[in-house]
C-alpha cells in the first residue's frame, strides 16, 4: 500500500484515507451526493442490456411487432428533445442524451414494444425531432 500512495498526490492520498474511514451508509450518501453534484450516473445504460434483448427477439412472434426507434433529425430546440430522451429513458445520462443529439442518427429504443416506441416517437416529434420507427 505504501508503493500506491507514492503514485497518487497528497491530496487523494488524504481523499482516500477519510473515504476509507466512512461506513457503508456514509459511503452510499457520498456516492448518492457525488451523482447530484456531478450530474452523472453509476447506473448501466438500457443499451447495455440491448444485447440480451437483440438476442430473444427472434424468437418471439412476428405479430408482436417490436420496433426500433431512431432519431433521424434533433430539431432546432436541443433541450427540450433531450428533456425529452430523458423521459423516455431515466437511465440516460444529460451528456448521453446530448451526444445522442449530436450525433444523428441515433437508436432511442430497440426492440421496444409497439405501444412504447409509439409514444417515445410521439414525445420525440412533439419536442422538434424527426423520427423513424423501424
Do not use: Y
Amino acid at each position: 500500500m505504501a508503493e500506491e500512495s507514492k503514485k497518487v498526490s497528497e491530496k487523494v492520498e488524504k481523499i482516500v484515507e477519510e473515504v476509507s474511514k466512512l461506513s457503508v451508509l456514509e459511503l452510499s450518501e457520498l456516492v448518492t451526493a457525488l451523482q447530484d453534484k456531478l450530474g452523472v450516473s453509476a447506473a448501466l445504460p438500457v443499451a447495455a442490456a440491448a444485447p440480451a434483448a437483440a438476442g430473444e427477439a427472434p424468437a418471439e412472434d412476428a405479430g408482436s411487432a417490436n420496433k426500433t426507434v431512431v432519431m433521424t433529425d434533433s430539431g432546432a430546440n436541443k433541450i427540450a428533445v433531450i428533456k425529452a430522451l430523458r423521459e423516455i429513458n431515466p437511465n440516460l445520462t444529460l451528456m448521453d442524451a446530448k451526444g445522442m443529439t449530436d450525433t444523428v442518427p441515433a437508436e432511442v429504443l430497440k426492440d421496444a414494444k409497439a405501444e412504447d416506441a409509439k409514444s417515445a416517437s410521439d414525445k420525440l416529434t412533439a419536442a422538434g425531432a424527426k423520427v423513424e420507427l423501424k
